[in-house]
């Protein structure tokens, strides 16, 4: 297994001065560690850098779905149901740990923004596009078949439904698998190394001047060609290269709220429809059901994305109107999130109207530009950026030879299985050493590693389960702070809030012996940890 501890920093960061690369990548979510793991795998030297914690932008903030974009097709994007829908098997392939079957209910209501005939149709093409096999296609139900299905629907409302196949996921821990994977085929990826400038020779990018945010150090990365796959920040990037022109980033803002279950017991998926038009997801996740997403436009701090009264509120009503017998409200919210979604602008289009359609932009010094797209849509992303950049390599002279795109046969981390009865027989294995609902959590974030975590409680008896997983993710995972343990590495923060709550001080003090913390950084972490709670579960009216 490849080792990428923290604690090898120095060795890192010497890797990052002193070698020369084919290709930079800057940003660390989904698109960047997708980029560097095609490029490095077809034979390139690849170094990817992320300002702060790999997946801490858009790409832990998701509606966490591989998903194929059902509404979609209502906008006539045939081309991009179609990619998204094939790539969900294939992720599906090489993580099943990480990527799960989940049937979708989507209900039919009176008034609402699908047709029975409508919808029988567009999940047929749907099922068609997505090549989907025979046993997962879609089901039309009628009303009562559909109250079977889901109790909770308001039966007064209530049409039919129909049932179809997607897919969950932890956005975050499919970004750490893909970068170790990316690692594994030698790219040098660190976290905390922020691009502040680029370096530039004859009017062409030579590299980037970084900093170490951990520790201060400024130094240089040299690489024959630059990928910025910061989302976001994209716009940002191309203004430090002066080469901001044409089309621009439209930011908009998704959020999700955490609830008991029990406050919201629904048995599967469901994608409901709002008033406004628009349409909601309501997913369960073991002992909590998530619910979102809001999709407005943003024009704040990027750095600081926060869940607003107001977003609670939009969710709770949605939920409160699509089911009987249900009233949430904002004190039942246990957590939530919220990220930006970085679209391509166009005219005239709200939010909601505008296209997840990726884009490419190459500017006159060479930077290569990223943006657009969807989580689901990951590695075909990457594969049009590395093609790109292997015909501008290959015109500037590289002369190995290189491989095709492989990253559809390349499992990643952990995700051996052969099917989901494989998964619960081997978490079913672990239970004489942990407890069900312990191992059911650790097969579902690692996969067959999780024999890593328990080896290293067994051999270090001082250890519960909870340090033995941080010093995993310490010694594979490169988690340098109590939030990249505690958000990207294991969700906690937003499906266990309760569980952060009761072991973050313990886990300070654990991260304090293996780093060797002084006090004022002992303290600042706890901080932003007590923080980060807060304003998960906190949330104020825009001001």
């Known amino acids: 297994m490849i080792t990428l501890s923290a604690l090898d920093r120095p060795v890192l960061l010497g890797e990052l001065q002193s070698a020369r690369f084919d290709l930079l990548v800057i940003g660390g979510g989904i698109t960047g560690v997708g980029i560097a793991l095609d490029a490095a795998s077809r034979g390139l030297k690849v170094a990817l850098v992320e300002k702060e914690d790999f997946a801490s932008g858009t790409s832990s903030r998701s509606t966490k779905l591989i998903h194929g974009g059902l509404r979609y097709l209502k906008q006539f994007e045939i081309a991009l149901v179609r990619e998204v829908g094939r790539e969900r098997a294939t992720l599906h392939r090489l993580a099943p740990h990480l990527v799960t079957a989940e049937k979708m209910l989507l209900p039919l209501i009176k008034g609402g923004n699908f047709g029975k005939l409508l919808t029988s149709f567009g999940l047929m093409v749907y099922d068609v596009l997505a090549d989907v096999q025979s046993a997962d296609q879609r089901k039309m139900l009628d009303r009562e078949e559909a109250l079977a299905k889901e109790p909770l629907l308001d039966k007064e409302k209530l049409e039919g439904a129909g049932i179809y196949a997607e897919y969950r996921t932890d956005d975050a821990r499919l970004t750490i698998e893909v970068m170790k994977a990316a690692a594994h085929f030698g790219a040098t990826c660190l976290n905390y190394v922020e691009a502040h400038e680029f370096t530039y020779e004859s009017n062409q990018i030579t590299g980037v001047k970084a900093r170490d945010i951990l520790n201060g150090a400024s130094f240089a990365v040299r690489a024959d060609l630059v990928v910025s796959a910061t989302g976001p920040w994209v716009d940002e990037i191309r203004k430090k290269d002066q080469s901001l022109e044409g089309k621009r980033l439209h930011l908009t803002k998704g959020v999700h709220i955490v609830v008991d279950h029990e406050k919201l017991p629904v048995k599967q998926a469901v994608y409901f429809d709002v008033p406004d038009g628009r349409m909601i997801f309501a ?45 949430i409200n904002i004190e039942d919210v246990k957590s939530s999130w919220a990220g930006l979604r970085p679209l391509i602008h166009e005219e005239g289009k709200s939010a909601s109207e505008l296209s997840r359609k990726d884009e490419i932009f190459v500017s006159d010094t060479g930077l290569i530009s990223i943006a657009g797209g969807k989580l689901t849509g990951y590695r075909k992303m990457a594969e049009r950026v590395i093609d790109l950049v292997v015909k501008k390599l290959k015109d500037k002279g590289l002369s190995k030879e290189l491989g095709g795109c492989r990253t559809d046969q390349i499992p990643l981390g952990g995700g051996k299985f052969m099917d989901a009865l494989s998964i619960k027989r081997y978490a079913e294995s672990l239970e004489g050493e942990i407890d069900r609902s312990e191992a059911n959590y650790l097969v579902a974030n690692y996969g067959t590693q999780t024999e890593e975590i328990l080896r290293e409680r067994k051999e270090k008896t001082a250890f519960g ?50 780093f060797g913390w002084p006090q004022e950084r002992l303290d600042a972490e706890i901080k932003n940890i007590e923080q980060a709670i807060f304003e998960a579960s906190h949330f104020d009216p825009i001001k």
Do not use: W
């Open 283 to 327: 997913i369960p996740r073991g002992e909590i059901t998530y619910i979102g997403t809001t999709d407005t436009d943003y024009f704040g701090d990027k750095e600081h994305v926060l869940t607003n009264q107001e977003d609670v509120e939009y969710l709770i009503d949605a939920v409160n109107h699509a089911f009987a017998n249900t009233e």
């Open 465 to 514: 389960l909870l340090e033995a997983e941080c010093h995993y993710c310490i010694e594979h995972e490169m988690v340098n702070t109590l939030c990249d343990f505690f958000i990207r590495r294991t969700g906690r923060l937003y499906f266990n809030v309760e569980s952060v709550k009761t072991h973050y001080k313990l886990l300070a003090k654990y991260m304090q012996s293996q």
